[in-house]
């Protein structure tokens, strides 16, 4: 298997621009999860969904983000308008949506916004 | 609730003497606990993992983690560290949800 495959590695972007960020899960896997990883804040779950579901958002910063899942083989986290405050890295994970079933991350995209 | 609190933000040791990465877990019930390894520039993978099975894991690359529910603790241990053990590390606990909590992390730096 691929393993979870994120694009682009690296964006960057302007401030005010419209930042999209892609996933493919592992096959099979039926639970998904964004992730921001900063310095100053460490991990933080943004959200994930079961069966393309959303099941909490409550991570989500704030109305420009959002989050979609169209399919069991695709995800997007669209940021609109972007900020300087959104740089980070951004992992996309899969996981069986079994409890304990261990994540598997995707290899994150860098997202810069200046 | 529950929390994860990684006692040492970073960690430096010599190649080929043991590591210990220390991890503290609160927890209202029987905790399933985690260690997963992040190098630069990647994603993280699974290390080990404890779900009340055996008290001591057996995970990847040589590294094991006894769990040690008179001292909530899951610590990290490796007898003899390689070059390559360079990285980041997360202790995780999963809370009743099944969503996993993450600590804030341990660097391992290993010298020549």
């Known amino acids: 298997d691929a393993g979870v495959i994120q694009s682009p590695r690296h964006e960057v972007t302007e401030m005010g621009q419209e930042v999209t960020l892609r996933c493919k899960p592992i096959?099979?896997?039926?639970?998904l999860f964004w992730y921001r990883q900063t310095m100053m804040r460490g991990l933080e779950l943004l959200i994930y969904?079961?069966?393309?579901?959303?099941?909490?958002d409550s991570g989500m910063p704030e109305d420009r983000f959002s989050a979609k899942m169209p399919n069991a083989s695709f995800s997007t986290l669209k940021i609109q308008p972007s900020e300087p405050r959104d740089s980070a890295v951004y992992f996309c994970?899969?996981?069986?949506?079994?409890?304990?079933?261990?994540?598997?991350f995707g290899n994150g995209t860098r997202l810069t916004v200046t | 609730a529950q929390s994860v609190t990684q006692l040492d933000s970073h960690v430096s040791v010599s190649e080929g003497t043991p590591v210990l990465l220390r991890c503290n877990y609160s927890s209202s019930y029987s905790p399933s606990l985690f260690w997963y390894v992040q190098h630069p520039n990647k994603g993280l993978q699974l290390l080990l993992k404890?779900?009340?099975?055996?008290?001591l894991v057996k995970g990847i690359n040589g590294f094991e983690a006894e769990f040690k529910k008179s001292e909530t603790s899951f610590h990290l241990t490796k007898p003899s560290a390689h070059m390559s053990d360079a990285a980041e590390y997360f202790c995780?606990?999963?809370?009743?949800?099944?969503?996993?909590?993450f600590g804030q992390g341990t660097t391992l730096q290993v010298k020549p």
């Open positions: 994970a899969s996981s069986f949506n079994r409890r304990n079933s261990p994540l598997h």
């Open positions: 404890y779900t009340s099975a055996a008290t």
């Open positions: 995780v606990v999963s809370d009743d949800t099944g969503k996993l909590i």
């Open positions: 096959s099979g896997h039926n639970s």
């Open positions: 969904f079961n069966n393309n579901v959303p099941i909490d």
